[in-house]
């Protein structure tokens, strides 16, 4: 009954994740217990409208978002997007399990100044309910956000601009975690019950977020990304960054490229996975990650699912989030499936209209 609820009260949002380079939007219906693609689009950032995942040119990321206002129905006027980075702080606390949603609002900002290291006027905070604690019956798990609100408002700014109204403002790496559930169809059936790593490759930023037992249980960001590979192609081979950009696609590159350039990339990256996975399981005791779900656009390079199994011994895939999903007529699945690695935190969001939680 509640969930019949929210689908019918809650409009559909369309996710939009903006990243350094393009921003990614996609459009989610469901129905029968079935999701459907409705529409997805991709337009290129000006240079220099982000930096580090941060917005540094508001009407410029807007005049993007506007591109992507014409491509979708009119019918759609809500937006979902997130935000990343060292601005955005997400911690699991402890709390009664008997405080209601507003008596945990109020503890929780009473408490914000021991817990959150930016001052109190400088942030936008919220919080979900997550289970009640093992250890301790008497305590509920609270997973608690804090972004920079600067960065919030910025994107909001941006995606008004743009012409549509924002709902919501997530954190990427939970968007992730969620867009993963739809790619659990790709491993083997005990998934659900294991260590997955979801790593998320974009062109400045990687996101890694580890679910078990269907729960994210812990995020980590890195600065770095695909930008690092196509400022080698600058270096050797004397290319604009748009060339680089457009080579390193098609593969239009000299044969020794893959020595010159890509195999010190994968090596770089495979060291940048290893750590964060690392930095993981000395954190929770854990022993290994059973899989890992390979996104962003960093993945679509050419077998680096095979090179991180050869290399780490972890089984893994590279991300296909709408394998099992309905498509509508409109959308053209073989181009969506071309870039479907791309769209995972976008997917994540998207997945946001169904959900009647706080983050």
Known sequence: ????????????????????????AVLLSHQHNHYKVEAFAIESMSKGAMAEREIQDIEAVGRVIAKIRKKISKNIKHAATAVSGSTVITKVIFMDVTLSDEELESQILIEA?????????????DFEKLEVNEADPSKVNVLLSAARTESVEARISAIDIGGFDSKVVDVE?????????????????????????????????????????GETVYTRD?????????????????KTFEEAEKAKLSNDLPPNYTFEVLAPFQTILLQQI?????????????????????????????????????????HTVLAKPFAELEFSPL????????????????????LRSFSPWHI
């Open 331 to 350: 959308v053209d699945k073989d181009a969506i499936e071309q870039v479907a690695p791309q769209l995972m935190v976008a997917t994540g969001l998207a």
């Open 1 to 24: 009954m509640l969930t019949s609820f929210w689908q019918k009260q809650i409009p559909l949002m369309l996710g939009i994740d903006i990243g350094s380079h393009s921003v990614k």
């Open 222 to 238: 890195q600065v770095f990304g695909g930008e690092q590979y196509t400022r080698s192609i600058v270096s050797y081979y004397n």
């Open 274 to 314: 290893r750590r964060a996975i690392q930095m993981y399981l000395t954190t929770s005791g854990k022993e290994n990650v059973d899989y890992i779900i390979i996104s962003g656009g960093t993945a679509l390079i050419n077998g680096i699912d095979k090179l991180i199994v050869d290399e780490l011994g972890i």
């Open 113 to 125: 100044d021991s817990l959150i290291p930016y001052p109190l006027n400088e942030v936008s905070l």
């Open 173 to 213: 790496s939970y968007a992730l975690s969620r867009a993963a559930q739809l790619c659990f169809s790709q491993l083997p059936d005990d998934a659900s019950e294991k260590v997955v790593a979801t790593v998320d490759i974009g062109a400045t930023m990687s996101l890694l977020s580890i679910i078990e037992n």
